[in-house]
């Protein structure tokens, strides 16, 4: 195959976040083959917007040299500038990272200086945000019509992007397993002592930013139910608080569980991913709402099975029984018949094997693949 010219356009180290990291995966892949310069942003959110840290210098495990960080967001001099960069390269294909009506300003004034003859693709990682957001699907639809191609993750997005755009060119592919935060350098054993768990303990994890779509406190409505099926089992919720953590630390002390949880709260650095992972049994996501999830395919990349709730496109990319369990959402019985049934029966072994047989449908190879296929460099096979 020719070696073609690729912009890719998106958050990449020291940004945070899974989206960042997708950015740092893909341009890895791609490379193999073409010729992709990374463009990212000099601003990203104003600060009055997300008053957060959106970088993270404390590890590099995704930094990409060659990144340039070219674009002000709401800086439509800045944009327009970018633009006439990017069309004088005349690059063969540009791959935007799509997943925020926010951007939609700035990717419309990119769009019209870039004009009709270079070819878009947008991985659409939301085509909608999991929170209502003014004007959002008016914003999505302006952006997204000037895309020649599109890549989802989820077949729930796939039927958001056709309410859009009843004709668009896309396909589905799996969010790839983000396997590169397992260093192997420590063991299981190791990674309990490191956070002061016992060997014989029965972990659970959720894990990330914690936010009300996320579902946090079915679990945590379950816990009195699972800790009177299984004994020595604890929760870890690993993540910074999106909101109020007083209220989830209310609800702990109402459902006398506060000896069963550890909250270890705060925004947790890309090197310090694989302990919690690594100690933990089974990985939780009680999700009321959701497109995809990257906490899956870490977890399927610590080879850890999951629990998922049956909302948006997390049950695409989980085998019931296999790799893990898919249960009703906002049901606190179901998320602990589920985790009863793991340890009771032993499953871990089993799921383990099953994990390990998906693991090139979740490779970044296939990812790089489907997109070639779907801009006709290369035939499906």
């Not at 859009?164 to 799996?174: G, Q, T, V």
């Not at 089992?233 to 569980?257: C, H």
Request: with cysteine; glycine share 6%; hydrophobic share 40%.
């Amino acid at each position: 195959m020719e070696k073609k010219k690729i912009v890719l356009i998106g958050p990449v180290y020291p940004y945070k976040g899974g989206i960042s990291h997708n950015t740092s995966l893909l341009y890895r892949t791609l490379s193999k083959k073409h010729d992709v310069r990374l463009i990212s942003y000099k601003m990203q959110y104003p600060k009055l917007l997300f008053r957060k840290e959106q970088k993270d210098y404390q590890s590099d495990l995704f930094k990409i040299d060659s990144a340039e960080f070219l674009i002000h967001t709401a800086n439509p001099v800045n944009i327009v500038s970018v633009g006439k960069q990017i069309k004088k390269s005349s690059p063969d294909l540009i791959i935007i990272q799509w997943w925020h009506p926010y951007f939609a300003p700035c990717y419309r004034i990119l769009e019209g200086v870039l004009g009709k003859k270079i070819p878009i693709l947008f991985i659409c990682h939301n085509v909608l945000p999991h929170e209502s957001f003014p004007l959002d699907k008016q914003l999505a639809r302006a952006v997204l019509k000037k895309g020649r191609y599109y890549v989802v993750h989820a077949e729930s997005d796939a039927e958001e992007l056709l309410k859009l755009l009843p004709r668009a060119d896309y396909k589905r592919n799996p969010l790839p397993v983000f396997n590169v935060f397992k260093s192997g350098n420590i063991t299981g054993e190791e990674a309990r002592k490191m956070i002061g768990e016992g060997q014989d303990a029965k972990l659970l994890l959720f894990f990330g930013f914690v936010r009300e779509y996320k579902g946090l406190k079915y679990l945590l409505k379950a816990m009195p139910l699972i800790k009177r099926q299984t004994e020595k089992v604890k929760l870890l919720v690993v993540g910074s608080f999106a909101g109020d953590k007083e209220d989830y630390m209310q609800m702990l002390r109402e459902e006398t569980i506060e000896d069963c949880v550890k909250v270890i709260d705060g925004y947790i650095p890309d090197n310090e991913i694989e302990k919690y992972f690594l100690a933990c049994d089974l990985v939780v996501l009680p999700y009321v709402s959701a497109t995809q999830s990257g906490i899956v395919q870490i977890a399927y990349g610590f080879e850890k099975p999951v629990v998922v709730t049956n909302v948006g496109g997390l049950p695409d990319v989980v085998k019931e029984g296999r790799t893990g369990y898919v249960v009703a959402p906002e049901n606190a019985q179901a998320l602990a018949e589920a985790i009863r049934d793991f340890f009771e029966n032993g499953r871990y072994t089993e799921m383990k094997e099953h994990i390990c047989q998906q693991a090139e449908c979740f490779s970044w190879d296939r990812m790089g693949e489907t997109i070639e296929e779907l801009v006709g460099w290369k035939k499906e096979v």
